[in-house]
């Protein structure tokens, strides 16, 4: 029997995560579900993300589901998104699939509670999931060709091409672990984020503060608004719930759209290159 794995991130497995069960603590959304399948554990716990437009925090579940995994996820107001560890340690579980009822995890039980069920249970090996990529698309630029903007699904997608530019992103808000340095890899002009119902400890807007001290505009979109981990949907749905000082400056303004807030920030960039 393999030990459970315990991580910030879906993306952060470890070396060799088959057969094992795992709390992670990204959203629980389809990308998050599929790369759980992928890797082949036996069994995923997730975070809820606040469920969202669409229920797509939680969207990850039935995909498990019609591919043989147990999965739930971890209420948004008990532990914080992006934090493995106290997603152990506080968590309490909002929503389980069939499979993971079969085993007796259900709403309201401790995250450790349903890890140690999960992970004691004899599973079989889940079907290998239809292939899905995560993807970027780049906003039509004509009125600023010098400021690139991009719709990422995921923050992971940010490249060095990026500095100095501004990404639209389907993920959650929050840091991993905590860690600072996990806000954006490269020191891009702008980042907009999910906030996941922002949650406990305002996690799900955590990044803003980290991204304020390296001059970076953040903001976070409504997960109401928005599908989280779908970056389109945060350009073209979301509205801005949360904002670092840094984007204040910049002219965005709690309320108003992404595309809004976009367009302020193209102009900032615009009229900071020219000084």
Known sequence: MHDPIVTDSVTTLGPD????????ASHGGLYAAYLAAKAELKAVILSDA?????????????????????????GH???????GKDSLARGVIS?????????????????????????????????????????RHDIAKASAPQVNVVTLD?????????????????????????????????????????DADIGIDGAGISRLPALDARGIAGATISAWSARIGDGQSTYNDGFVSALN???????GEIGISAKELVGRLVAARVKELKA
């Open 17 to 24: 995560p088959r057969g094992c069960a795992a709390l992670a």
């Open 50 to 74: 606040g469920v969202g437009r669409e229920r797509a925090g939680i969207a990850g579940l039935d995909l498990l589901e019609n591919l043989g995994m147990p999965a739930a996820t971890i």
């Open 77 to 83: 107001r008990s532990a914080r998104i992006g934090d």
């Open 95 to 135: 929503f389980v699939n069939g499979r993971a009822h079969a085993l007796g995890v259900k709403a309201g039980m401790t995250a450790q509670a349903a890890l140690d069920i999960l992970a004691g249970a004899d599973i079989a090996p889940p079907r290998a999931p239809t292939p899905m990529h995560e993807t």
């Open 154 to 194: 995921s923050n992971a997608l940010v490249t060095p091409q990026d500095a100095g530019h501004i990404i639209v992103t389907g993920s959650h808000g929050g840091l991993l672990g905590g860690r600072p340095q996990t806000a954006v890899k490269y020191d891009v002009f702008a980042a907009l984020y999910n």
């Open 245 to 251: 000082a840094r984007a204040v400056r910049c002219g």
